[in-house]
C-alpha cells in the first residue's frame, strides 16, 4: 500500500457525493485517497491556483456556473498539466470524444464509481502522470548535461593551457633555493592549480547533471 495518500480535487456542488466518493476510495486496499472537495469550477481553479500539490482532478459532468467541459478548457488554457477525470452519468460517446480530445485523461460512468474500476484507473492515471514528468525532468537533465560538456569542450584548453604554463613555472622555481615564506605562498599556488586542472578534468568527464541551487536563482555544478 502506499504510504503517500493520492490527493485526489473532486469538483462536484453536491457534498453528499463528495462523501459518497471519499468513502468508495477510503475502501479500496491498494492505495491511499485524499479527497479535496471544490463545489465549483471557479472555486476549482482558485484552489488550484494556490493549491498545485493535487494528484489527479475529478469533475461531474454536471456542474453550478462553469461547466466541467468549460472547466477543462480554461486549465489547458492555463497550461495545468494535473491529469483531469470526468465522472458522468451519461454514456454519450460524443461528450466522450470531445473530453478526450480535450485531454481529459478518462471518461468514467458515476455507476462504476463504487467499483475497483474507480481508484484503479485514478492511480493508473496518476502513475503515467509521475513517470512522463520523471521522463521530462531526464531529458532535461541530459540537454543541460550536453549544453556544459560542450562549453567545457570550448574553453578546457583554453584554461588548460595558462594552468599547464603556471605548473611548469612553479616547477622550475621549485628547484632553486626560496626563503621559507616565499615557499608556502609557492605551495599554495601549487595546490590551487592541481585543484583546478582536477575541477576541470572533472568538467571534461561529466556523465551526470550535477547542477544544484546556490543563491537563489543561481545555480551551481557539484564536482565534489
Not at 475502501?27 to 485524499?34: I, L, P, R, S, W
Not at 484552489?47 to 462553469?66: H, K, R
Not at 604554463?165 to 628547484?175: C, G, R, V
Request: proline share 3%; net charge negative; glycine share 4%.
Amino acid at each position: 500500500m502506499n504510504t503517500k495518500p493520492v490527493r485526489v480535487l473532486y469538483v462536484n456542488e453536491l457534498e453528499n457525493d463528495a462523501d459518497l466518493i471519499s468513502g468508495y476510495l477510503a475502501k479500496y486496499e491498494g492505495a491511499q485517497f485524499e479527497v479535496v472537495w471544490i463545489q465549483s469550477g471557479e472555486k476549482a481553479l482558485e484552489y488550484l491556483a494556490q493549491n498545485p500539490s493535487i494528484d489527479v482532478i475529478v469533475t461531474e459532468d454536471t456542474l453550478p456556473g462553469m461547466s466541467n467541459v468549460e472547466f477543462t478548457r480554461k486549465l489547458k488554457e492555463l497550461n495545468n498539466d494535473i491529469p483531469n477525470v470526468f465522472l458522468s452519468n451519461s454514456e454519450d460517446v460524443n461528450l466522450a470524444v470531445e473530453v478526450m480530445r480535450m485531454g481529459v485523461k478518462d471518461f468514467l460512468l458515476k455507476k462504476d464509481m463504487g467499483s475497483h474500476v474507480f481508484p484503479q484507473s485514478l492511480l493508473r492515471i496518476v502513475e503515467k502522470g509521475r513517470i512522463k514528468q520523471e521522463l521530462l525532468e531526464l531529458e532535461i537533465k541530459k540537454k543541460r548535461l550536453e549544453a556544459i560538456q560542450e562549453i567545457v569542450i570550448d574553453i578546457s584548453d583554453q584554461i588548460n593551457e595558462p594552468l599547464e604554463e603556471m605548473s611548469k613555472i612553479i616547477s622550475s622555481i621549485e628547484e632553486k633555493e626560496i626563503p621559507e615564506k616565499a615557499a608556502k605562498y609557492l605551495k599554495l599556488i601549487k595546490d590551487n592549480v592541481t585543484r583546478m586542472q582536477a575541477k576541470l578534468d572533472k568538467l571534461r568527464n561529466l556523465k551526470e547533471d550535477k547542477t544544484v541551487k546556490y543563491i537563489r536563482d543561481i545555480k551551481m555544478i557539484d564536482l565534489s
